[in-house]
């Protein structure tokens, strides 16, 4: 299984992005995605994560309303449209996945995953 991040890059304060994070070796439709995020010297924490049907969708209390997570499973690429960007949002962000299937809960947990992609670094200017 291997996941590729991609869409960071430099963007000033109140800009947008979105990231992708596309799947080979898997069909992402029967699991539920994550993305999360690592500034230096913090711990990885999560932002998002949407349940398999795409129902469900969870975030951090620091980007609700900015950011948003949905999923194209005929491109078996998940997506996070960040919008309002910040500077404290500065950080390489990583997409996951679970190896469990057809599950609504979404955990918030990294070590709760277990497929990672490389990482994508977004760079907020104030």
């Known amino acids: 299984v291997q996941l590729q991040a991609s869409g960071g890059g430099l963007v000033q304060a109140g800009g947008s992005l979105r990231l992708s994070c596309a799947a080979s070796g898997r069909t992402l439709s029967k699991y539920g995605m994550a993305w999360f995020r690592q500034a230096p010297g913090t711990e990885r924490e999560f932002v998002a994560g949407?349940?398999?049907?795409?129902?469900?969708?969870h975030y951090a209390d620091s980007v609700k309303g900015r950011f948003t997570i949905s999923r194209d499973n005929a491109r078996n690429t998940v997506y996070l449209q960040m919008n309002s960007l910040k500077p404290e949002d500065t950080a390489v962000y990583y997409c996951?996945?679970?190896?469990?299937?057809?599950?609504?809960?979404?955990?918030?947990?990294?070590?709760?995953?277990?497929?990672w992609g490389q990482g994508t670094l977004v760079t907020v200017s104030s």
């Open positions: 996951a996945s679970r190896e469990e299937t057809y599950t609504e809960y979404l955990y918030v947990y990294w070590g709760s995953y277990d497929y």
């Open positions: 949407i349940a398999w049907s795409g129902i469900n969708t």
